[in-house]
């Protein structure tokens, strides 16, 4: 009666969703103040008070439907424009408004993007650990998602596995920088590396391997530079969200750049137009689309999260936890402390701590630790840690 | 190297685009007043102030990550509680939150129920003339769009036509009243006898037929009731949106509705989810949703719709032309002077009328004229009207 495959992705619960709900019932329990709930990556500093102004100002002297009417299906030019001004400025690229289509965040433009792209029997490929909805999106256009085995003394790319994956059907690579769940930032030169091995390959191939990069992360990140793909490799379509950096999640913004450089620049950009077509996300919220244009370049105060990195990182190391230092993102991807991060995870549920199973990013034995939380809450976090960690035998 | 088919979609520009983007180069020749631009269905009336204090004080007075957080998938719990009310309030129905799943407005509502009822092989069904993107969205989830041929005396349906078509392959039937392009609502006689129909015939094949209802022109009828239809049908999927209602299409908000009648809930709802996770339309845009909450059941003023209606009804009906009278929506849809709808729009231009051809709502002979423009606008246009029938020898 209805597709069988639309009820399965419908009801079966994530893992992170089961946690998170276990979670609610449990502090229902024994008090929010108890529940030290590292499963979800909603950030949790609040929306910047220029947002707030930018958008009450629009409503209350804007034309209403000027705020509200349709846009062209990209999304308002004047904002496009802007928004590649600001990215120029920052990256020293040069882009116009006509590179860009603005979307319902990162999901949305990575999605219409894997859509775009797709031809039959097309591959894509990304690295363990991943963001786990990459093979819901990927599968749901008809490609297949590869996935390069983790890297794991420092979460940069295994170049050697990569290159056993690559095939002539692979069709783009998805990267996202700075990660989830490992908060690692793909540095300089794993970003020239990677470009070298793909501009070989679609040399030897004949046809273009394109960089699917994911960055709703891109302004969190401590003391690292993120590089800025599109000027390593031509074919690098650029999918931003202000999710994190204006903490707006809920508002679904964001957006996908289509550099001139790519092979074929018309080609793609009316592919991408297509697919927003047919996954009805042609012109993105509108109001969000002025706002972000008014706000384009300030940058928000995300201290709090490097705060938060710091002070889980130095507790989980001193309670005996093996971890790769988080350079960004709001994320820990520390090993667990049995093989069996599932257990491992249950087993911290007993103290309260709330940890999703690397085996979720395709990366089983690691857990992830969202600190995208109240600092007090990690402080008081830190001696159950070290409890847990007593029970392994670890650090006693 | 991409998708052909993405491809073609995104850059064929529709009928209506290329008009459109005529008009504006036109107006830019001879001035805005001197072009009478009946192509777009963009609502001119402004959205209410009652919408814009909602968002202000949202803004302005609530917590941020209660405004901008992530909500669950299906939309903020008590936004839907609150809308499951509103329409109980209006309908007599029984709905809850439950029943509710939020969307980024009517188009992705109804692509969500087309990519969440089909499997192999389905059909679904529509009558003419109708809205061009729905044929888009049902091939884009791998259905077959059969259409109705237009019972033209009234707009409602042809039955014998309508159980010609149907087959053991059809899914569902899709229904716009008030209708875009006709103007036309479906009287309760219709919507009885479609019933009727359905469930005739869902039993001799032995499996649910559904309606998808897309209703985003609901609130703008004149002097008719626009029957509600789930309580004339079980198997009803709703869909609708505020762009019209509210002014506010460049938003992306509306709703799918699930009843409980509909034959296996959980399989349908779960469905639906499913296929909102993969066309990455969960979580509709979160400030939006509180304010429709907050706004919800009150009235906007649309009379100048129905001013508009008239007064172009009763212009073009004294010009000579053929009309069925406008019951809802913003457009008339009159017959051509001649058999070649295109061109007699062709002709119509050189007198800087705009109108769409009907041949792109699957109805050849008759043409579009969209009313939510000026009045000012519509009564200048009649002397024009009159020139292009007498041109034809029309009422001379």
Redesign the interface.
């Known amino acids: 009666?209805?597709?069988?495959?639309?009820?399965?992705?419908?009801?079966k619960k994530s893992t992170i969703r089961t946690i998170f709900e276990f979670g609610r019932k449990r502090a229902a329990e024994v008090g929010e103040e108890n529940i030290f709930d590292f499963s979800l990556g909603?950030?949790?500093v609040?929306?910047p008070d220029f947002v707030?102004d930018a958008?009450?100002e629009i409503?209350?002297t804007y034309?209403?439907?000027q705020?509200?009417?349709?846009?062209v299906a990209p999304g308002n030019p004047q904002v496009r424009e802007t928004l590649a001004q600001s990215v120029n400025a920052r990256f020293g690229t040069n882009f116009a408004g006509k590179n860009f289509f603005i979307t319902?965040?990162a999901?949305?433009a990575i999605?219409i993007c894997f859509?775009?792209?797709?031809?039959s029997g097309d591959e894509f490929i990304t690295f363990a650990p991943y963001f786990p909805e990459y093979k819901?999106?990927v599968e749901?256009v008809g490609a297949e998602l590869k996935v390069v085995p983790a890297q794991v003394k420092d979460w940069q790319i295994n170049f050697d596995e990569f290159e056993k994956i690559l095939t002539p059907k692979t069709k783009a690579v998805i990267i996202n920088s700075p990660n989830n769940p490992s908060g690692a930032v793909y540095s300089e030169e794993t970003i020239k590396k990677l470009a070298e091995v793909l501009t070989a390959k679609s040399k030897e191939y004949g046809?273009?391997i394109f960089i699917i990069s994911d960055e709703p992360y891109r302004e969190i990140a401590y003391n690292v530079t993120v590089p800025y793909v599109p000027k390593f490799y031509a074919n690098t379509l650029v999918c931003y969200s202000y999710s994190k950096s204006f903490?707006?999640?809920?508002?679904?913004i964001g957006y996908v750049i289509v550099p001139d450089e790519v092979?074929?620049f018309?080609?793609?950009?009316?592919?991408?137009?297509?697919?927003?077509?047919?996954?009805?996300?042609v012109?993105?919220?509108?109001?969000?689309?002025l706002v972000i244009a008014k706000c384009a370049g300030k940058p928000s105060d995300i201290t709090i999260y490097e705060r938060n990195a710091k002070l889980l990182y130095n507790g989980l190391i001193d309670a005996g936890f093996e971890c790769v230092k988080p350079q960004g993102a709001f994320y820990l991807f520390p090993k667990a402390l049995e093989n069996d991060d599932y257990a491992f995870c249950e087993r911290a549920k007993k103290y309260d701590l709330l940890l999703v199973p690397g085996a979720d990013f395709g990366c089983a034995g690691y857990f992830r630790a969202a600190y995208c939380i109240k600092t007090e809450t990690i402080e008081r976090s830190l001696p159950l840690f070290k409890k847990l960690a007593a029970k392994y035998g670890v650090n006693t």
Chains 1, 2 share one sequence.
């Not at 009666?1 to 009801?11: D, F, H, I, P, Q």
């Not at 705020?67 to 846009?71: I, S």
């Not at 012109?283 to 689309?289: D, G």
């Open positions: 009666m209805v597709s069988a495959k639309m009820y399965e992705l419908g009801t909603n950030p949790n609040p929306t707030r958008a009450v409503l209350q034309e209403p439907s705020v509200h009417g349709y846009t319902a965040g999901a949305a999605t859509k775009a792209l797709t031809e819901v999106f749901s046809h273009a903490s707006l999640p809920g508002e679904r092979e074929d018309g080609k793609i950009y009316g592919a991408v137009a297509g697919a927003a077509r047919v996954l009805t996300h012109n993105a919220p509108s109001l969000w689309q």
